[in-house]
């Protein structure tokens, strides 16, 4: 069977089964990042790979790249509740690049890290055919605290941090080449995400949040994601999802629907978590603290599956991701 | 000015000047690894990345691929003295590869990974133009026995662990597909590498070696690499280098230069270090203990340069790498 028959979940499956885990390793792969026991605490590990010609949208700088590379794995540690430590970075470069755009991407590396409270600490650099830029970041974070994809229990408030959809609005935007008058946020929300590193320690803290994860594949195929690892049934209502409010309008002017980007449109990099019901409001005020809104979207029950209701009708949630989005 | 025309280490300079070091990087870019001061010691980190067309010899097979990716980030956490806690791997590959490819690859990995006492802890699959496989490895070390490429001083002596150059003679064998009866050892050793991670606890728990770095560039590069950040001067003498006893017998046999693989070729994945005079029996006898000899190859002394010494005539050694060798 070919790759491109076989789908990722499959293949991330496949290399679960073939990894033996070692004793120190509190998690390994298939989570949002592993975690390894150390003295008085866990050790917490991400990499994530970006390929120019899949991950970046047409205009994007140097800069943004490097701040991209930054934040998607930075926002894998937020999703652990972990603290970054640092950032290693191996980028492979056609040769007839300028130095001019290693100093921009490097530059737009550093900048980001530093946002999020962190550091660019090592790298390596290498010739490739096309631009891939893949970076690692590492943490700490106290074992009681780990926030993982698999704690979720039925009665738990499912919630998310922020606005949802803007990312993906921004990259229909950009793909399709429309005017960005008006939409400027939705193209910033593309090109200069951040990650929610303080609202992940915030979660880790509460010792109320039960899991959590990253709103990367979008907030449908994320929720899938929670639920077969916790194995509960996780059932959100469409009316309080907590869109972008740029988003219904351009969805509107163009034509496209809003349940694509809200949904299906993944890059948000927003938290996705589940808390104890009795948690909820000290969550909640502890997150106000660090300036981000929470929102309750549903809740988890005994059973399995991802169910959206919506004027009282219930019906199962497809399980579509971001790569379907482009 | 194109990235062709800057070399590596330009590059390296220019990463090292933009990213700003946090309070508690210890080690930043531009040695082995980076080092970050955590409760009790160092988190050790580091990334190296591979590309199919430039990195992997023809006959490669996905299992040696995954063993190599695994060992040059294990050998650069072993140039620090560090205790690998885990390996995490991004991986681009093309479409139409079939999905035992990534099984394979996945499974070299794992062993490498387990014969050198750590694990596989995490990664991330995309999809790209030529297979592209960039890892991350982490460790831990006590802070003062960190082994960087900086702590070089007049007076020391170089070592070397193993033999060199059967690695390089290993590649020129299979990139002229000269026939390999009698030089098994010599493909082996550039096929399936491994990384001298118990040899760099020795070194680092001994208390009497100054600096170490391993032996990928070749033996040349990385002596000028220690001597520039030790701000030393390094002189070796060409009759004690430790070749490979088959790498002589091969050259001699198809009319190549011994030193073009005992000098400039790469991965051997020794380590190459520098100790006190006082500590050099203990040091000697502490590697020995763990099943490896370590050859005295000349003595650091105050001033600059790398040079080598041959019947009383000293010269300049050229700062000649293996990427240069292919």
Redesign the interface.
Known sequence: ????E?G?R???E??RK?????P??R???G?D??A?D????C?V???????A??HFPPRTTPEQMGRRAVVVNLSDLAAMGAEP??L????????????K???RL??G??VA??EHG?????????????V?I?G?A?G?ASRRELLTRSGARAGDLIAVTGRLGAAAAGLKLLLKRLPAKGYRALVRAQLEPRARVPEGRVLAWSGFVTSAIDVTDGLAANLWQLARESKVKLIIERERLPEHPLVRRFAARHGFRVVDFVLFGGEDFELLFTVRPRGWEKVRRALKRVGTTATPIGRAASGRGVFVQRNKKIQVLPDRGYEHFR
Chains 1, 2 share one sequence.
């Open positions: 069977m070919k790759l491109s076989a990722e499959a293949l991330v496949l290399a073939i990894c033996r885990r070692g120190q390793v998690i390994g792969i989570d990042a592993a390894v150390i003295d008085g605490g050790l590990a991400t990499t994530d790979m970006l390929v010609s899949r430590l640092g290693v970075f191996s980028v492979g470069l056609p040769r007839r690049l300028e130095v755009f290693v100093e490097v530059r590396m550093d890290a530093r962190t550091h660019v600490v090592g790298g390596d650099l290498d010739e490739s055919e096309e891939v893949s690692a590492f700490v």
